[in-house]
């Protein structure tokens, strides 16, 4: 990707800065915007830190972090962060009124032919665009965080935004390394939070229900689904768990999933007594204070597991 491709980053907290980091390792040059001065003033540091992680790690696709931060600066107005770029994202707080106004912002200040591309996890698209003049452009550009270290990103569309745009938006994702999920039309919660809350509520579930604890739970997932999950999704996964592939899976097991489905039809009240239970039992394991150092651990760790399956795939 050519050095000149300018990306505008609005909202240089983690995501933003992560975002940065992503965009500079692919080759663009990334200006960064906030509003907040102590944000801005921690900016470069958070994306040095950052990119010195992953150079460690051989995350850079071939770059350095020296090469990642030469591709990164501050901007000290809106403005100049917006000139030349090809492509806006935005990560300000998740505030419907807060979205509005600063794609009002957008859409007037950046170049008529930029994308403007939001990190929302929970707002549909069409409730801070519809207003807009050039409301086609606009998309959801939706990381997992942290984006620096988990590739998928859903790219979800507003009833008017561009299929060009939507298709633009998924190829600068593919050129930085990022593995876009092209989404057909916007629903709540997108792809990954509908699929993450169906697991939750089935979890908060089976601590309600007195059928296991918490721990028990993240030992099923952690030590069962997520080494499979992390190689193969669910429905690769069933069409190899079967002879004769999805349908004979489905023909086997589909009897089973109904009978299971009967008893998850009714949702459980996650801020019930539940709640003080699952809480107790984490504190228990991690109190608030260490929340930090755990959150370190937990990055270091996918760190190592993204190098792996990295690796595995090259290998491939």
């Not at 992503?22 to 990119?51: K, W």
């Not at 850079?60 to 990164?72: D, E, K, P």
């Not at 489905?261 to 009714?266: C, L, V």
Request: net charge negative; hydrophobic share 40%.
């Amino acid at each position: 990707m050519s050095g000149d491709t300018k990306i505008a980053i609005v909202g240089s907290g983690l995501i933003g800065c992560a975002w940065a980091v992503s965009f500079a390792r692919g080759g663009c040059t990334v200006v960064l915007f906030d509003q907040n001065d102590e944000t801005t003033m921690h900016a470069p540091g958070r994306v040095r830190a950052i990119a010195n992680q992953m150079e460690t790690a051989g995350l850079l696709g071939g770059t350095t972090a020296n090469g990642v931060a030469a591709r990164v600066r501050v901007a000290g107005n809106l403005g100049d962060a917006l000139d030349g770029a090809v492509h806006v994202q935005e990560n300000v707080p998740e505030k419907l009124d807060v979205k509005r106004t600063v794609f009002s912002e957008l859409d007037v200040l950046a170049p008529h032919d930029a994308v403007l591309a939001s990190s929302t996890s929970a707002l549909l698209p069409s409730a801070f665009t519809e207003h807009l003049k050039g409301r086609a452009r606009c998309v959801v550009a939706h990381p997992i965080n942290p984006p620096s270290l988990i590739p998928a990103v859903e790219v979800v569309p507003a009833p008017w935004s561009d299929p060009e745009i939507v298709e633009r938006t998924a190829q600068l994702m593919e050129r930085i390394g990022q593995t876009p999920i092209r989404m057909k039309r916007e629903i709540d919660g997108f792809i990954m939070n509908r699929l993450q809350g169906a697991l939750l509520q089935e979890a908060f579930r089976l601590v309600e229900q007195g059928i296991a604890d918490p721990e028990d739970v993240d030992i099923g997932i952690r030590e069962g689904l997520a080494p499979r999950w992390a190689l193969v999704g669910p429905f690769e996964t069933i069409d190899l768990n079967a002879p004769g592939g999805v349908r004979d899976y489905v023909d086997r097991y589909g009897g089973m999933y109904d009978t299971i489905a009967a008893g998850q039809r009714d949702n459980v009240d996650w801020r019930g007594p539940v709640l003080d239970r699952i809480d107790a039992a984490r504190r228990a394991v991690v109190p608030l204070e260490e929340i930090p150092d755990a959150q370190a651990r937990r990055d270091r760790r996918l760190i190592a597991l993204m190098t792996h399956l990295r690796g595995a795939s090259r290998d491939d």
